[in-house]
């Protein structure tokens, strides 16, 4: 019995690696689903008489979890993985994560995959915010919690299937936090003294709620404050640290000692502008500002070396702790009204008077 039931384990491993994209999950073949029911069949002891039964012995008692990332090679979704992961494998969930490559096709197959293995919750980073309706239809007609993180679909999408919720941040706090961090320099942000305060936003990707939001809240803060503004320039950086730099030192080349304040949607893409700050003989909190959001480990460094004027905690933990009661919760038959379908953990903002306190 424990034999076939392997074999057909190892069947089901065979077909989700090939639609899973095999090398993308974290896990290795042998640590791949196992049953439920197999887990009741064997005592401890019976576990090293063969394969098979170490495989049912290793199963937790939790249920099975699959968690969809939009792409691995993310700083900030990296700590959040990571976290994610711990925190439901210390809890016995057995836990299938898959790298989306930042391909929506490929997470849509991946998600269908999950349903087709019949796991008991699902969380899903999106690639495409926008592609969140056909997920939840999925999700909905398997009947399937499932809890969206860090990239807010629209309260529309979620509203047909309230086993579903979303769990992140206000993004608009994040932004709000970046303009005050500028707003608290002894200039506010007006290093050469026009009236106005000159910057460039180098974007994540539009398609993301929270690249939307920080560009439009981090000026807005500002300006709500009275300090005029001047965008020099606005360029798309993805989230990526090599963008950054790039954007960074074109626009510093184009626009030189114009440029009063760098903003960043996020650190990596701030610790890639900060390369070029220097390249170009810039140095942070004399001539130039410079704010992203994460506190990265790397930023909350430059923050306390004062090479960052600022950053804004983007709480991993807190969040990865959130998904993981919210999904608790679901499984255990909580239902979300229309409307209410999205739940924040908050931001808080970093600066070099608070930063040893996050600094790990
Ligand atoms: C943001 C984060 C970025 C990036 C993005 C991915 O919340 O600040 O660094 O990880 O999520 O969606």
Redesign the pocket.
């Known amino acids: 019995m424990k034999k076939i039931l392997a074999l057909m384990l190892a069947g089901c491993m065979a077909l989700s690696m090939v639609a899973c994209g095999g090398g993308s999950t974290e896990k290795e073949p042998t640590e791949e689903p196992k049953t439920e029911d197999s887990k009741e069949e064997v005592k401890p002891e019976d576990a090293a008489k063969d394969d098979a039964d170490k495989v049912e012995a290793e199963v937790p008692a939790g249920g099975k979890i699959g968690v969809c990332i939009?792409k691995f090679d993310?700083?900030?979704?990296t700590t959040y993985r990571n976290a994610l992961q711990t925190l439901l494998e210390e809890k016995g969930y057995e836990v299938t994560v898959v790298d989306g490559n930042n391909d929506q096709a490929k997470q849509t197959e991946q998600i269908n995959t999950f349903i087709t293995q019949g796991v008991d919750a699902l969380i899903i980073n999106p690639v495409m915010p926008s592609a969140m309706a056909t997920t939840v239809a999925a999700v909905q007609s398997a009947d399937i919690p499932t809890v969206i993180i860090?990239?807010e679909p629209t309260a529309a999408d979620m509203a047909p299937f309230n086993r579903c919720v979303y769990v992140g941040c206000d993004a608009a706090q994040s932004g709000t936090f970046q303009g005050q961090l500028i707003l608290e320099t002894e200039n506010k942000g007006d290093i050469n003294g026009d009236g106005k305060v000159s910057y460039i936003m180098i974007q994540?990707?539009p398609e993301?709620i929270?690249a939307k939001l920080r560009t439009e809240y981090s000026v807005k803060a500002l300006e709500d404050a009275g300090v005029a503004t001047e965008q020099l320039n606005l360029t798309r950086g993805d989230?990526d640290q090599n963008k950054g730099q790039e954007i960074c030192a074109n626009d510093l080349s184009q626009f030189g000692d114009k440029v009063e304040v760098v903003f960043c949607?996020?650190?990596?893409m701030a610790l890639g502008a900060l390369e070029a700050i220097k390249a170009a003989g810039r140095e942070v909190g004399k001539d130039i500002y410079l704010v992203g959001?994460?506190a990265l480990d790397a930023a909350l460094d430059a923050v306390q070396a004062g090479t960052m004027t600022g950053t804004v905690l983007?709480d991993a933990q807190s969040q990865a702790e959130k998904a993981v009661s919210c999904m608790e919760e679901l499984m255990n038959g909580k239902t979300y009204a229309e409307g209410e379908q999205s739940v924040y953990v908050d931001y808080v903002k970093v600066t070099s008077d608070n930063v040893k306190d996050f600094i790990k």
Do not use: E, L, Q, S
């Not at 993310?74 to 979704?77: A, E, I, R």
């Not at 949607?265 to 990596?268: E, G, R, T």
């Open positions: 939009y993310d700083n900030f979704m860090n990239r994540g990707d993301n929270d989230w949607n996020n650190d990596a959001v994460d983007n």
